[in-house]
Nanobody, 127 residues
Framework: QVQLVESGGGLVQAGGSLRLSCAAS????????MGWFRQAPGKERLFVAS????????YYSDSVKGRFTISRDNVKNTVYLSMNSLKPEDTAVYSC????????????????????WGQGTQVTVSS
């Protein structure tokens, strides 16, 4: 069973930066597709970014493209989300997730594809 633990959330002013981390345990991390999702109060959970295990290819939602970077360290079994130029509308609970057996050539952008989820970490951007 895969367990995921996020860290790095907090309060930051608009224009600032944060880096989220997600440590994984269980399974063969390097083969997982990993993703970050976020959920603002009263809204649905939305895809933010994903990274393919076997290739390191990345995919981003349009709302964060150019500002956020997803990366992974397969030695530390950790995925990161570096967030720059933060905006108040980025305020949300950010959760990482894993696709344990990803399909070939799939970027895993759909929430339903993910098998394991972290508990989430709060990111608040003040104006």
């Amino acid at each position: 069973q895969v367990q995921l633990v996020e860290s790095g959330g907090g309060l930051v002013q608009a224009g600032g930066s944060l880096r989220l981390s997600c440590a994984a345990s269980g399974g063969t991390f390097r083969t997982f597709n990993m993703g970050w999702f976020r959920q603002a109060p009263g809204k649905e959970r939305l895809f933010v970014a994903s990274i393919v295990g076997r290739t390191g290819s990345t995919y981003y939602s349009d709302s964060v493209k150019g500002r956020f970077t997803i990366s992974r360290d397969n030695v530390k079994n950790t995925v990161y989300l570096s967030m720059n130029s933060l905006k108040p509308e980025d305020t949300a609970v950010y959760s990482c997730a894993a696709v344990v057996n990803p399909r070939p050539f799939d970027y895993s952008t759909a929430e339903s594809q993910y098998d394991s989820w972290g508990q989430g970490t709060q990111v608040t951007v003040s104006s």
